[in-house]
């Protein structure tokens, strides 16, 4: 930094402004109008997660993930679920693998439509905004209808989902899916082809391939590149295995081909949506795993070693046998991972949360050197961060 | 060919063992993945052959992760997990971190994607990494005292802040 | 006094000054852009079609202070956000008002730790206090209801929060 070159202009943007997308700071210097460096200063979202899960059991820590990506909830709970069921070597049943692919894809789309809004907020078009929040009440109706919360559900559980749906949910996800289509192109219309958006995002913080995976980029900022690379398809988790999609990949890998893949996302998000509407299995939605997971409350009230076992694991919590694991689940900003460490103790002895936004937002700088500040802000919103996972 | 990976450990290890002799200390698994434990020293050069040579082509950095294990010696180890996206292959490589120096070389010239997961080592957790272009703490204020995920500072914070 | 006197009844209103400032100002409160964490999504919902926070008056979320009159702290509060949470508040002209949204702002939430203030109270003054974790949108509008009770309430002489105590609104 330059300090002595009176031609650059330091300023600073953030963390209050309406287009860092929560509390992100950024300091840029420029050259008139254009980016020469831009500093990220994170951290104003810091609340230790990590360490808070050192002192919390499995179980109890899973309200916890559903603060990090609070667009997608479930995605995190997800996760984390995975994490613990391998740790302790549980295996979830068919019916709620099916669920959680429905649930997590409802998320995606949830989210993507939120970075669609805010995405173009940014960019001066108010528009799109109230249309994706229209859509996105929809499926705040659907989560509401099985869990009853909007957001931050803490609906997975490690062992499968906590609770099986409620009849009147599959034919309001049809329904959603039925509509679903008919909003996406009416987004699609406005946006697009419109000339002032193409103008202000194509070729707009391009990244190659090369680099993109060098600094550890992953799902659409990734695949924006042109590098067909999503846990769904290389790692399948879930019920992904059985199901019918394909990766949205770009070729620029510039602001442009960002949106482009999110948009076909959501699309093939759907269309997994109705391949589980359609074929979900029937059983149990919950592991049954005497040694680790708590038995239901019937048992519970029915047989005396059912209640010393929920009396024991409630009191001293479930401990997995010693060993790691490291888990990654396709989020909707990439890959998020969780490391847990376990000493074969109740709790955890670390937990690393593996942010995308936060290795993905170290880019930021490659993609924003010698363009236009303006052109910063749709970089920003192409990367698609929330601070809840930068800084954990 | 495209090895399985269940085989990637055992197949690196003798790799290494002719390429580079005595930077593995050992192979571990744990729930069907593996371990490369490496010697510190030579953690750089290992960084680059498994980066760079073609058979493995692991280029993606997919976490970098401390633990502190309080009451063992060494205090610290990091925990660093990649990919080669070409194969699909995935490993983990174990570092115990010397407790004198309490630092490992930065790998920000062999993965970028190491920066910012460096610096939130140091921050969080007091290791080093010398290398490292911009070494400066990322998620505490610059004038924070303390390393906050270290295992013996309290959750709840020290009284003085 | 006899020149208008039973002429204009249909046509003229009398009040009292300060009724007719609060009426303007309670019906017009503007936030103030200031979404942290999670609870921002909400209020970002609350903003939108389907619960329309512009009803209320709310019309614009303004992304300067100097232009805004509420503050709804939406979101966890950290000790490195503080000193801008201050600042912010200190830019805004008065009279301002602060929601406190969501467990975070209310009392640090879930988030005991090293690094998280626990409670926005102790470092702005809070009219209203919105629980839950986020709070559902009603929850936020009934807070901006209530608000503008209070400030129905105001004298030019006195802001609301030096007489009566903060309000809870319970999830």
């Known amino acids: 930094m330059n300090v002595s ?62 603060r990090l990506d609070y667009l997608a909830c479930f995605i995190n709970n997800h996760g984390w679920a995975m994490a613990a069921e391998k740790l302790f070597g549980i295996e979830p049943p068919r019916r709620a693998e099916y669920l959680r692919v429905l649930l997590s894809e409802l998320a995606r789309i949830e989210s993507h439509l ?67 289509p008919k909003a996406l192109r009416e987004y699609e219309s406005l946006i697009t082809d419109n000339p002032i958006f193409r ?166 700088e490659e993609m924003a050197k010698g363009q236009y500040l303006a052109d910063l802000v749709a970089i920003i919103g192409s990367i698609d961060i929330v601070l809840g996972e930068v800084d954990r | 060919m495209i090895h399985a990976q269940r085989d990637i450990g055992t197949l690196l290890v003798s790799d290494l063992a002719e390429r580079l002799p005595g930077a593995v200390r050992q192979l571990s698994h744990s729930r069907g993945e593996c371990y490369l434990h490496v010697e510190p020293s030579r953690l750089l050069e290992i960084a680059r052959f498994l980066k760079g040579e073609q058979p493995w082509q692991f280029a993606f950095l997919a976490n970098l992760s401390p633990v502190d294990w309080l009451s063992r010696t060494p205090r610290f180890e990091v925990v660093y997990h990649l990919r080669s996206l070409v194969f699909n292959y995935r490993i983990g490589l174990k570092v115990d971190v010397p407790d004198q120096s309490l630092s490992l070389p930065s790998l920000t010239g062999v993965w970028r994607a190491a920066d910012w997961l460096e610096r939130e080592a140091y921050d969080l957790f007091g290791v080093r990494f010398p290398g490292h272009p911009d070494l400066r703490r990322i998620m505490m204020s610059d004038d924070w005292e303390g390393h906050p995920y270290r295992r013996d500072y309290p959750l709840a914070g020290r009284a003085a802040e | ?117 626990q409670g926005v109270d102790t470092i702005v003054p809070v009219d209203i206090y919105v629980e839950g974790c986020p709070p559902r949108p009603e929850n936020l509008i009934r807070a901006f209801v209530l608000l503008q009770e209070r400030v129905k309430t105001m004298t030019i002489a006195k802001l609301p929060r030096s007489t009566e105590p903060p309000i809870r609104i319970e999830a």
């Open chain 3, 1 to 117: 006094m006899g020149l208008i006197d039973g002429r204009f009844e249909k046509n003229l209103a009398t009040d009292a000054v300060d009724t007719v400032l609060n009426l303007g100002r309670a019906y017009s409160l503007w936030p103030v852009a200031y979404g942290l964490a999670c609870c921002a999504i909400e209020m970002i919902h609350t903003m939108t079609a389907r619960w329309d926070l512009a009803r209320f008056g709310a019309e614009v979320f303004r992304p300067s202070p100097r232009q805004a009159d509420v503050m709804i702290v939406a979101g966890t509060v950290t000790h490195k956000m503080a000193p801008i949470l201050r600042r912010l508040y200190d830019q805004m002209p008065e009279p301002k008002f602060v929601i406190a949204m969501g467990g975070c702002a209310t009392a640090g939430g879930p988030f005991r730790t090293y690094s998280v203030v």
């Open chain 1, 5 to 66: 070159d009176s031609r650059l202009m330091t300023l600073n943007i953030g963390p209050q402004h309406p287009s860092t997308h929560g509390v992100l700071r950024l300091i840029v210097e420029l050259d008139a109008e254009k980016v020469v460096t831009c500093r990220p200063d994170i951290g104003y979202l810091h609340r230790g997660i990590g360490k808070i899960a050192e002192s919390l059991t499995y179980e109890q820590f899973l309200p916890y993930t559903d």
């Open chain 1, 114 to 180: 939120i970075w669609l809004g805010t995405h173009l907020l940014d960019l001066g078009a108010i528009t799109p905004l109230f249309y994706c929040f229209r859509e996105k009440e929809l499926i705040r109706d659907l989560f509401e209808e099985i869990c009853g919360a909007r957001m931050t559900h803490a609906f997975c559980r490690i062992g499968g989902v906590r609770d099986d749906v409620t009849p009147t949910f599959l034919p309001k996800v049809r329904e959603f899916a039925a509509l679903f």
């Open chain 1, 199 to 364: 103008a202000r995002t194509r070729g707009v913080g391009v990244i190659s391939a090369e680099r993109a995976i060098d600094y550890g980029l992953s799902g659409p900022s990734l695949r924006g590149s042109g590098v067909a690379w999503d846990l769904r398809k290389a790692e399948p988790y879930a019920a992904y295995a059985d199901l019918d999609f394909e990766i949205a990949v770009g070729q620029r890998g510039d602001v442009y081909d960002r949106y482009l893949v999110r948009m076909e996302e959501m699309r093939q998000s759907l269309r997994l949506i109705i391949q589980v509407a359609e074929n979900l299995p029937a059983g149990p939605v919950l592991a049954d795993a005497p040694q680790f997971l708590r038995p239901s409350k019937a048992e519970f009230h029915r047989n005396m070693q059912a209640m010393i076992r929920y009396f024991h694991i409630t009191i001293h919590g479930a401990c997995p046998p010693a060993g790691e694991v490291y888990t990654a689940v396709e989020g909707t900003k990439g890959e998020v991972g969780f490391y847990v460490v376990s000493d074969g103790g109740p709790k955890p002895i670390r937990v690393q949360l593996r942010g995308p936004s936060f290795v993905n937002l170290a880019a930021l």
